[in-house]
Each structure stands twice: as C-alpha cells, then as structure tokens.
Nanobody
Framework: QVQLVESGGGLVQAGGSLRLSCAASGNTFSINVRGWYRQAPGKQRELVAT???????NYADSVRGRFTISTDNTKNTWYLQMNSLKPEDTAVYYCNALFFGRLNAWGQGTQVTVSP
C-alpha cells in the first residue's frame, strides 16, 4: 500500500501563490503516476495536474501556465506550485498516487482558499 500526507494549504489573496506538498510512504517504488486533484463545494472532484515516472506532465486547462507539478524522488515527495491564484481555485486539494498500475491512494485533503 501507499500512504499520502499533504501539507501547505491556506488562505491567500487573489494573485498570490501557495505550494502544496505530498509525502508518500509505503510501497513508493510501485507508484506510476503522481497527481493533484481538487474538489470545490457542490462540484465533483477534478484533475489538476499529473506527472508520470518519465516526467511527462498533464494539466487541466484552467490551471495550465499558472500551476506546476514537480517531484523530489529522493524524498518521495511531490509538489504543486500554484501562482496567480484566483478565487475559482478555492477548493480542497487532494494528492493522488496511481500504483501497481491500477490502485489509487489519496491524501486527506488540504483546504486552499483564495480571497478576491
């Protein structure tokens, strides 16, 4: 199994920046894809960004050019750098790991609130 612990959420004004971190433990060798998702009140959880073991990234159109996903494999940690934040980015952010090709692990979620 893989366990994930997130940190770094908070309250920021529009135009500001935050960095989220996700620390993985357990069978980290089995992780294929690392990612971030978010869920706003009354909405479904949506993909924000992913990165695979080859370093290929994928971003939601709404965050491309503002958010950057990166990894530090020596620390089994990945990050989401969020710049130029907008009120519509307000959500609970979850990190995700796809491991053994078909299993998913989720973090506990961290609140990001962007004020106008």
């Amino acid at each position: 199994q893989v366990q994930l612990v997130e940190s770094g959420g908070g309250l920021v004004q529009a135009g500001g920046s935050l960095r989220l971190s996700c620390a993985a433990s357990g069978n980290t060798f089995s992780i294929n894809v690392r990612g971030w998702y978010r869920q706003a009140p009354g909405k479904q959880r949506e993909l924000v960004a992913t990165i695979n073991n080859s370093g290929s990234t994928n971003y939601a159109d709404s965050v491309r050019g503002r958010f950057t996903i990166s990894t530090d494999n020596t620390k089994n940690t990945w990050y989401l750098q969020m710049n130029s934040l907008k009120p519509e980015d307000t959500a609970v952010y979850y990190c995700n790991a796809l491991f053994f090709g078909r299993l998913n692990a989720w973090g506990q979620g961290t609140q990001v609130t962007v004020s106008p």
